[in-house]
């Protein structure tokens, strides 16, 4: 560490053992001693309102306490002195830097490489940046699904409309219920035509709760490739935000080409932060869309007036301009977070929180459920409707008797809860008896 930096960091009441992922300071100023295997010590990391079930966990993650003592940290730091804390931390020593320790810790999660990591602000934005970024071909099209969420549409759209390519849309099943994933997997392969290029799909379907496998896709469409050449194979995208921090698999192994992420949701992370994900021979295939201010060669090929030599990095794509770093080096403590409690804890507590949801509501004849009740094809989301209701006037309901639900933003909408680490049983029976009042 440089002496500059240290005593920038000392200065501004950081010490250094404060910046390592062993934060203890953060643990100490919980409420309580943070116990990873207590899931009581768990949700005591949280600043939830103990007057409400928190049933919409999906959306925007209230962060545990060291994400928010991390958060708190750098914020004083810059605040005491912004110039010299960003230039030591963001733009002098390798060494000295943050912003790849948050790329390593977010490769450790996924199961791959630090230089694999892009950082971005969402997963909108990640989409963005791939689908814009690629060196499609006019004539080529993007291949998806009617159940894609809007900002994943909303990107394929506006990059085929740049490069003259095209957007097909089609049903991977009728029944989300009774949703196949077999069945899934050969709607996509039949739907393949010479001219598509890039496969864009959802790993969980937030209006409907499906969880797509995305490795069976990935060896499918890998089955198809062999039969392409490699300027033409086809390239599989992934909105991967609410499987990841979920769902106990290695994004990394998957098989996907790019992966894209908020990790303000699911992982618990701060506000406006997120990841893409790919191979170095990915990366290879973008064009950056927005100015890095992570990437050495492409700076220093601006100053010596010339174009950048060499193939994209994933530090290339990383957007510049200032963000909230804050915000983005506090995202090291929530992949921590999870760490310590461990993934497929993690993954287990929301199936089964998530299972009691579906189970109890199966039970009740006024009730219509759209997710599958198989953990394996689904994740933390709960779909239905209640007869006689619209979805988000039941949203309402649930709000008055102190039960924050949501309703799904699409043309078809439906009452949609969801449970994660910071629940209990008690919660679910708390909305379950709301449904029930409403038979």
Known sequence: ?????????????????????????????????????NWKSVRAQFLLSPRFAHLSNFFFASNPAPVR??????????????????????????????????????????????????????TTMGLALIYNGLRLKPGEEVLTTTHEFYPHHESIRLAVEKWGGSMRKIPLYESSLNF????????????????TRVVGVTWVHSGTGVRLPIAELAAALKSLNRHRDESN????????????????????????????????????????????????ENWELLQPTIPSLMAKETTDAWRQDRPPVGPTHAAWISPGGFFAYEHQWATIEAFRFHRQIGRTRVQDRIAELNSQIKEGLARMKHVTLHTPLDPALSAGFV??????????????????????????????????????IVNFPKDIDMALRVVRSLA
């Open 233 to 280: 194979r086809i390239l599989l995208v992934v909105d991967g935000v609410h499987g990841f921090g979920v769902v106990d698999e290695d994004v990394a192994k998957m098989g996907c080409d790019f992966f894209s992420a908020g990790t303000h949701k699911w992982i618990l992370g701060p506000r406006g932060t997120g990841i893409i994900w790919a191979k170095a």
């Open 69 to 122: 003592d991390a958060i708190t940290k750098y914020r004083k730091a810059f605040d005491e002195n912004p110039y010299s804390f960003l230039d030591d931390n963001m733009f002098q020593l390798d060494e000295d830097k943050l912003w790849p320790d948050v790329c390593a810790a977010a490769a450790e999660y996924v199961g791959g490489k630090p230089e694999e990591i892009a950082l971005t602000s969402s």
């Open 383 to 420: 779909c239905f409707d209640v007869k006689g209701y619209k979805p988000m006037d039941v949203v309402k309901i649930f709000r008055d008797h102190r039960v924050i639900a949501s309703g799904t933003p699409y043309a078809v909408p439906h009452v949609r809860l969801s449970a994660g």
């Open 1 to 37: 560490m440089s002496l500059s930096r240290r005593k920038i960091l000392v200065g501004s009441g950081i010490a250094a053992s404060s910046l390592a992922m062993g934060n203890a300071s953060a643990q100490a100023a919980a409420p309580q001693p943070f116990a990873p295997h």
């Open 180 to 195: 196949s994933a077999e069945e899934a997997i050969a709607r996509i392969c039949a739907a393949v035509r010479p001219n």
